[in-house]
């Protein structure tokens, strides 16, 4: 019995594939209109889901670069405030009127490493610094008031520096 089921259902498809009729044939069309729909929602998925990542991918990329930049900025700004303000103090000369030179030449090197000369805030206190370098280890001859106002310069030109908020 089986045998013969399985000989009508060729001979049946046999018939059908040679001569399709209207039933057959719409059958194809919504067989193959779902498929079609299907491959058209799998790509447009494929393209939503792609086009999301690639935003979020983006967004967390700025967004860690962004806290980097802060916290490397953070750290510097701390860094060289330190420097900064033990180079001003080493270097007054109300309160050494005999400069520490084994002090103050590293504060004034390491004050030059924190700095980017290619910003020019950051090279006019470059300037500022080695002017003070200069007179506080005596290699240029200046006066306590010269070397007080090289310092307020000094001082000043270094917060427009460190406080970038109001700009």
Known sequence: MEQEAAETIIELLKTVLVKP????IAAYITIGGMFGVALITVISQWLVTKSIMRSE?????????????????????EEFLETISTLLSNADPEVYPTPEREKIVPLIQKAQLLLNLNIQSHSKVNALINELGLAVNKWEERGMSEILGI??????ASRDVIYLPGK
């Open 57 to 77: 991918h983006e967004r967390l990329k700025l967004e860690i670069s962004s806290e980097f930049k802060n916290n490397q900025f953070s750290k510097w700004q």
């Open 21 to 24: 009729d209207a039933t057959v």
């Open 151 to 156: 310092s307020g310069r000094l001082l000043e």
